[in-house]
C-alpha cells in the first residue's frame, strides 16, 4: 500500500499541540519581509482590534450591526461565521463548477435569482443537492458560491490580516544602488503569503486553498470562458480581502494593489500553500531534535550550514579526552626533565658537558641548567609522548637532520653521537666506577668517559 509522505506533517504537528511556538516561528519570519509597525504587528497578532479603512471598526457602526442582525436570520451556512461543515456544502459547489471551467463570462455573468434562492435554501437546511440534475445552470451557482463568501462575517483572508497584504502587495525589487524599483519581488511575495496563509484559521485557509484552485483552473482555460487571472481578481477581491462594509471611495489607491494582489495569489495558487523549507526544518527539529533522522532532501536544505557544524563537533570530540590523564603524563616528563637536568648540572666540567649544555642550548624549549636558576615549566602537549622519545628530541634533535649530519661526519663525531645515545640510553649514576655508581658504559671501543674523564 502506498505511503503519502506529507512535507509538511511537523509543520501541522507543531501548529495544533504548541500554537504559541508556531506562531512565533511563523510571524518572526513574516516580520523579516515585510515592515509592520507595533499597532500593525500587534492587530496581525489579534492582540488589538483591526483599523479598516475609513475609520471603520470590525466591532462598531450601525450599518454593520444591522447587518450583523439580518445574517442571524441566513441559516448555517449563508452569513454565519465560517465552519467545516459550511465548507462541506460549498465545496459541492466548487467541484460541480470544476466541471464547468468552459462556460464563457464565469463568475461575471449573473445567474437567475429564483434558482439561486432555491439552491441556497437547500444548503443552509443541509438537504442533498443533485447539481447535475439540470435544474441549475454554472452561472446559477458561480453566483452563489460568490454570494456565500460576501456574506461571510469577515473576509476569508481576515480583518486583522489585511495590512500586511497591503505590505506584501508592496514588496519591489531594488537595483544595483539599492533604490526599490517599480518591478515586483515575486519571490518575496510568494514566500510572505506562504507564511501568512500558515497563520490563518484553519477553517479560513481550507476554504481559500478550495477557492484559489478553482479559479487557478479557471484561469487556465481563459481562451474558453474569457475569464483571466486578472478578471477573478475583480470579481473575488471584494469578498475575500476588502473589509466588510467599506466603499470604493474608503480605499481609494489601495484598491488597484489589492486587486493585483489577489490576481497574483490565483497566478501562483499551486505554490502558495506549503510551508518554506526553513520551516518545515525547524518543526522537524523542534520534535527530533537532530539531524540524525532527516532524509536526504532535508539535509541538502541546509547542506551549506550543515557542513560549518561539523567543525565544532570535531573539537568538541577532541575536547573530550580525559584532562586528568594528560597532565599526569606531562607531570612525569617534566619530573624526568629536572631530575636529568640537575643530574647534568653537578657532573664536572669537562668538554663532554659543554657539549651536551649546548645541545640543550639549541632547543628553546628545553631547560639550560644553572646555579640558580630557577627551572622554567616545559610546554606541554596535547597529547602524551614517551619518555624516551621526549628526550631524544630535546637533546638529539629531529632524526632527518641527524641522519643528514651523520653522512658527512667523521670518526669522532660519530662516536660523539653514539656516545650520546648510549648517555640517552644508560641508567643516571651507572656510568663509570669514578661516580660511584660502580657501573661501566657500554662503548664499542675503549675510550675515556665523557662525563668524569676517567678511562674505560
Partial sequence: ?????????????????????????????????????GAELAQLMGEEEPKLPGGIGTASGFFRSLMSLKRKDKGVVFGSPLTEEGIAQVSQ??????????MEGLFRVPGNSLRQQILKDALNSGVDIDLESGEFHPNDVASLLKMFLGELPEPLLTHKHFQAHLKIAGLMQFDDKGNKTSTPDKERQIEALQLLFLILPPPSRNLLKLLLDLLYQTAKKQDKNKMSAHNLALMFAPHILWPRNVTANDLQENITKLNDGVAFMIKH????????????????????????????DDLDLLTSAGSKELQPLKSQKRSRLDPS??????????EALKELFHHIHSMPDSAKKKKLIRQFHKHPGTLTPGPDAPTPPVQRRTRSRSFSGLIKRRMLGNPLILERKSRDSTPESERASKENLHLVRAVPGAACAAWGGGGTWDFASPGECWLCSTGV
Fill in 325 to 334: 590523564h594528560r597532565e599526569e603524563t606531562q607531570q612525569r616528563t617534566e
Fill in 1 to 37: 500500500q502506498t505511503v503519502i509522505f506529507n512535507p509538511d506533517f511537523f509543520v501541522e504537528k507543531l501548529r495544533h499541540e504548541k500554537p504559541e511556538v508556531f506562531t512565533e516561528l511563523v510571524v518572526s519570519n513574516i516580520t523579516r519581509l515585510i515592515d509592520l509597525p
Fill in 269 to 296: 495558487s499551486q505554490k502558495l500553500f506549503k510551508a518554506p523549507a526553513y520551516v518545515r526544518e525547524c518543526a522537524r527539529l523542534h520534535y527530533l531534535g537532530s539531524r540524525v533522522h532527516a532524509s536526504k
Fill in 93 to 102: 459547489l466548487i467541484e460541480y463548477l470544476h466541471k464547468h471551467l468552459r
